[in-house]
């Protein structure tokens, strides 16, 4: 059992494997998102929309450039680049649910699309509330509506996405110290 997991941590941290296994994270935290959403009735903010998309796009990333260094006859140089594809859209990731942390925790403004005015051509979160009924009702971004530990939704994302940012770049590190020959 131990070594296979050795044998399965070995073959993530290969630089042509992670964007998959990143891709499969971010798919995992969408999924439990998701089913915060639909199976437990926690609605999102706008700022939690925004964490889905940065997740979104990704698992998209990753797995697009999992399949083109399998399929195409890429230059060794391109499996260290799509790790670094993988680590920025991390970073992105990570700065999107580390700015809704910092939301909730009062240390920065509400964004305009959260404070509840309606942003320019748009329609407030009272209208949408409106719009979709009394039964469901958007939460501002500054209220946490589930914590475990006392980390919110978005703290906890942060973690994950900070996760995969420090793989990213360890995998980097690793490649770019490597003499050339050596790199698989």
């Known amino acids: 059992m131990i070594s296979r997991l050795r044998t399965l ?7 042509r494997n992670w964007p998959l296994v990143a891709a499969l994270v971010s798919l995992a935290l969408l999924a439990g998102a998701f089913a915060f959403e639909y199976v437990w009735g926690y609605l999102p903010c706008p700022m939690c929309i925004t964490q889905r998309w940065a997740h979104a796009w990704l698992a998209v990333g990753g797995i697009t450039v999992f399949f083109a260094l399998r399929v195409a006859p ?3 140089i391109s499996a260290t680049l799509g790790v670094g594809v993988v680590g920025a859209l991390s970073g992105f990731s990570l700065f999107q649910a580390g ?3 910092m939301v909730e925790y009062g240390l920065v403004d509400l964004p305009p ?3 509840g005015a309606a ?3 748009g329609i407030s979160l009272e209208q949408m509330d409106q719009l979709l009924g009394a039964s469901r009702i958007i939460p501002l971004c500054n209220e946490i509506s589930w914590s475990f ?3 919110s939704m978005a703290g906890w994302n942060a973690l994950a996405s ?3 940012l420090a793989v990213s770049a360890y995998i980097l590190i690793t490649r770019l110290t490597q003499p050339q020959g050596s790199q698989p």
Do not use: I, M
């Open 9 to 15: 941590a070995r073959w993530s941290l290969e630089a």
């Open 113 to 115: 699309s959260c404070a």
């Open 74 to 76: 890429l230059p060794p």
């Open 99 to 101: 700015h809704h942390v």
């Open 149 to 151: 530990l006392g980390l």
């Open 162 to 164: 900070a996760g995969l």
């Open 119 to 121: 942003p320019a051509g």
